[in-house]
């Protein structure tokens, strides 16, 4: 029983900085663009809240840090796809390399100058990243440690999928970002601000994937700057966006469903003898089967909104 809810508890950790790109991803497709610079964008995160953590030795500015550089990625692909009409395919594969590359020269640079070449967080900063207690929830046999035995990062994604799925389903704002991502022509005749609606959504989807950035620099890699630390997982999200149909809330199951196949290897190894290269092909490769079976039997209530990759001209409409 022990050894299930270790299992379960760290399939939930491995799944949340999915759960963050495929928010940010899900807002911005709502909005009727396909930006391939989710794992970009989470790089770009990933150095810059590990380096407000580093510096200011506050949680707050690791955040915001995280937060804002994501949103800068995303501002950039925004100017260039909204703006200036670029196409947006390209435009995001770009974001991604330009990410990466920001990242790894900053986090590079920074180990240069420390002693040791190695730049870890301070235990008294490491410390305010630790999993809250709650008291009386977090006592609870079983569903305390799986519930309420985690950092504030986790907590935040789900309140950010529920706050977006209310947003998105609930809201006059989240019609018209549908609307626009459906048919931006028809939104625009109607009076909706369609490039408004695309910009803000799209940085706001951008910081979004920064926070899940922050998350695998500052959680999942112990407190240590790792070159290429986010290892893919922007590509998993974007993937993820199809398996939850552009929906928040499944994008919660989702991201649990994957964290699972990323932990497997720490708890099967030892009774499923295969080479360790082969677990860690597993999340990968159930990204292909989602894409591939999602494809298959996509219907038009869970299908990619309408106006997604295509550039909006209004002199066309």
Aim: aromatic share 12%; hydrophobic share 50%.
């Amino acid at each position: 029983m022990d050894s299930l809810i270790s299992f379960l508890y760290a399939a939930i950790l491995a799944g949340v900085p999915l759960l963050y790109g495929t928010l940010g991803e899900i807002l911005t497709e709502r909005s009727g663009n396909l930006n391939l610079g989710v794992e970009g964008m989470m790089y770009m995160g990933a150095v810059i809240g590990f380096l407000g953590a580093y510096v200011s030795g506050n949680a707050a500015v690791a955040y915001l840090g995280a937060f804002t550089a994501g949103a800068a990625g995303a501002l950039i692909y925004a100017i260039l796809t909204v703006t200036l009409k670029a196409n947006q395919n390209v435009t995001g594969l770009t974001l991604t390399i330009f990410g990466a590359g920001f990242a790894n020269f900053v986090g590079e640079n920074l180990a240069l100058r420390t002693p040791g070449g190695l730049v870890i967080l301070p235990d008294a900063t490491k410390a305010l990243f630790k999993p809250l207690y709650i008291p009386g929830l977090s006592d609870i046999k079983v569903a305390g440690e799986l519930l309420f035995s985690h950092t504030v990062f986790v907590y935040l994604g789900v309140v950010i999928a529920v706050a977006m799925g209310i947003y998105l389903f609930r809201t006059r704002k989240g019609l018209n970002l549908r609307a626009v991502g459906e048919n931006p022509g028809a939104a625009d005749a109607a009076g909706i601000n369609v490039n408004l609606y695309k910009y803000v959504n799209i940085v706001l989807g951008g910081g979004i994937c920064g926070l899940g950035g922050a998350y695998v620099s500052i959680i999942t890699c112990g407190g240590t700057w790792t070159y290429n630390c986010v290892g893919g997982l922007g590509w998993i999200a974007v993937a993820l966006v199809i398996f939850a149909g552009w929906s928040p809330y499944k994008a919660l199951l989702g991201s649990l469903v994957f964290g699972t196949l990323s932990v497997l290897k720490f708890y099967t190894a030892s009774v499923i003898n295969i080479p360790s290269a082969v677990y860690n092909m597993i999340p990968f490769i159930a990204t292909i089967l989602v894409l591939v079976l999602t494809s298959v039997r996509m219907s038009r209530e869970h299908a990619q909104p309408k106006g997604c990759g295509t550039n909006y001209f209004r002199e066309e409409r």
